[in-house]
């Protein structure tokens, strides 16, 4: 089975400074790991994906995340956040079972808040 | 880049009736849809996986004949919600793969806001 974790429900931050959410997974199979950004009301939206290859993954608006299978975490980061960065943040694992198909195993997401 | 749309945005229905959601691949091919579900401030969960041509993959504690789904082409899936209850109101949201993309890529439909009332 599959699992993602995101221990932060919600991280305050200042305008401006640097920010990392947090991602766990856990899973028995190859790996595929994604970051989502979803705006209230709205679909969700691609901020990076790890596939294979270089373990450090650079996204659209600024974000980074770091792929480390030794910790089995995938971590975002942004150096400097600003007001339109606050949203709902989600991880997801998909794993290559052989099936071809399969849904992205979503964890709870992270309500990252930016103050003035 | 590949696109789903999805509609309709928001839907209000009585308790009782039927409502539709469809899901479109734009500007690719995909034979497998994915539907979620998503419960205010609650991570997606995934409902079913739905396969053009064949019956749809549902996940364990999903009711399979409240929420019907059709893959009937390669560009649209349709979620349909039989006599909604107001515990049924919550945001659907549809995922669609890219068959043609070498990479592994998922693109997300703007999602349905459903109330049952």
């Known amino acids: 089975a599959q699992s993602v974790t995101q221990l932060d429900s919600q991280v305050p931050v200042f305008e401006e400074a640097p920010v990392e959410l947090r991602c766990n997974y856990s899973s028995s199979v190859s790996v595929y790991l994604f970051w989502y950004v979803q705006y209230p009301n709205q679909g969700l939206q691609l901020l990076l994906k790890?596939?294979?290859?270089?373990?450090l993954v650079k996204g659209i608006n600024g974000f980074e995340a770091e792929f480390n299978k030794s910790q089995t975490s995938f971590h975002l980061r942004k150096p400097s956040v600003h007001i339109s960065d606050t949203a709902e943040y989600f991880c997801?694992?998909?794993?290559?079972?052989?099936?071809?198909?399969?849904?992205?195993?979503f964890g709870k997401g992270t309500h990252l808040i930016i103050q003035p | 880049g590949a696109v789903v749309s999805q509609h309709p945005s928001r839907v209000i229905c009585k308790s009782g009736t039927s409502v539709k959601i469809e899901c479109r691949s734009l500007d690719f091919q995909a034979t497998t849809m994915f539907w979620y579900r998503q419960f205010p401030k609650q991570s997606l969960m995934l409902m079913a996986t739905s396969n053009e041509g064949s019956k749809a993959t549902y996940e364990q504690g999903v009711e399979k004949d409240k929420f019907l789904i059709n893959h009937a082409s390669l560009t649209l899936s349709t979620l349909t919600v039989t006599s909604a209850h107001p515990e049924d109101s919550s945001f659907y949201i549809c995922?669609?793969?890219?068959?043609?993309?070498?990479?592994?890529?998922?693109?997300f439909g703007s999602g349905t806001r459903l109330t049952v009332v």
């Open positions: 790890y596939l294979s290859g270089s373990t």
């Open positions: 997801a694992l998909g794993g290559d079972s052989g099936g071809g198909a399969d849904g992205l195993t």
């Open positions: 995922s669609a793969r890219d068959i043609g993309r070498i990479t592994y890529g998922y693109t």
